[in-house]
């Protein structure tokens, strides 16, 4: 199986920007899902001179396998199930699912309060909104975070990941005005095959990317 793999995150960030470039959009913004995609949008949102911030996703795990998403949840409330994948798989029924949310909201008001503090989340309306992760397997938590911006009514969406599933492009373009994806490999083993160095994104990287990306608008 012949695929790109990038060195990390920064570096796939840097290899969206010609097909990002290539883009028309009016008045942008770049969105990336923390923690992983925010490395990737700060690269995107450095070559565009455009603003850096984030949408706050919580992956919900299979029992058992956390890193199989069974769906996702977004800021203000939206949340997305794979209804075929959890169907499949033994042990999962309404409690679960509640008990996980329950869990995973908790998680996210704590990374928004720590990547936001005080500061309201963007107005998207009139603003052409470009969604950024590092990869999508399911595309669940990218489905999430569409939904939560869908409903902000923006001019436009756009998704832009270095790498993803057929499926999960195939869900997402259903979706979203335009899905930029550099590699659709099948079949698609994990998000974590296409980079040489794919360790985790820390929440003080993610502090310190937004307020780069903030100074940089700044003094330009």
């Given at each position: 199986?012949?695929?790109?793999?990038?060195?990390?995150?920064?570096?796939?960030?840097?290899?969206l920007?010609p097909?990002?470039r290539?883009q028309?959009l009016?008045n942008?913004?770049?969105?990336?899902l923390?923690?992983?995609?925010?490395?990737?949008?700060?690269?995107?949102a450095?070559?565009?001179?455009?603003?850096?911030?984030?949408?706050?996703?919580?992956k919900?795990g299979?029992p058992f396998?956390?890193e199989l998403?069974?769906?996702?949840?977004?800021?203000?409330?939206?949340?997305?199930l794979?209804?075929e994948?959890?169907?499949?798989?033994?042990?999962?029924?309404?409690?679960?699912?509640?008990?996980?949310?329950a869990?995973?909201s908790?998680?996210?008001?704590?990374?928004?309060?720590?990547y936001?503090?005080d500061?309201?989340?963007?107005?998207?309306?009139?603003?052409?909104?470009v969604?950024?992760?590092?990869?999508?397997a399911?595309?669940?938590?990218?489905?999430?975070?569409?939904e939560a911006?869908l409903?902000?009514?923006?001019s436009?969406?756009?998704?832009?990941?270095?790498?993803?599933?057929?499926?999960?492009?195939?869900l997402?373009?259903?979706m979203?005005?335009?899905?930029?994806?550099l590699?659709t490999?099948?079949?698609?083993?994990?998000?974590g095959?296409?980079?040489?160095n794919f360790?985790?994104?820390t929440?003080?990287?993610?502090?310190?990317?937004?307020?780069?990306?903030?100074d940089n608008r700044?003094?330009?």
């Amino acid at each position: 199986m012949n695929f790109r793999v990038f060195d990390d995150r920064h570096d796939a960030g840097k290899a969206l920007v010609p097909a990002m470039r290539r883009q028309s959009l009016n008045n942008p913004i770049i969105l990336g899902l923390p923690r992983g995609g925010v490395p990737v949008a700060y690269e995107v949102a450095l070559a565009l001179n455009a603003p850096l911030d984030t949408i706050t996703v919580r992956k919900l795990g299979a029992p058992f396998q956390p890193e199989l998403a069974i769906g996702a949840i977004a800021s203000g409330g939206t949340r997305v199930l794979n209804e075929e994948l959890i169907a499949q798989i033994p042990g999962i029924d309404d409690a679960y699912i509640e008990t996980l949310i329950a869990e995973e909201s908790q998680e996210m008001a704590r990374r928004e309060r720590l990547y936001r503090g005080d500061r309201p989340f963007p107005e998207l309306r009139q603003r052409d909104v470009v969604l950024v992760d590092d990869g999508m397997a399911t595309g669940a938590s990218m489905r999430a975070a569409a939904e939560a911006v869908l409903s902000r009514k923006p001019s436009k969406v756009l998704v832009a990941v270095p790498t993803a599933s057929d499926e999960a492009v195939r869900l997402l373009s259903e979706m979203v005005d335009e899905v930029i994806c550099l590699e659709t490999p099948s079949p698609f083993l994990a998000v974590g095959y296409f980079y040489r160095n794919f360790g985790q994104t820390t929440d003080e990287e993610v502090r310190r990317l937004l307020s780069q990306a903030h100074d940089n608008r700044s003094a330009a």
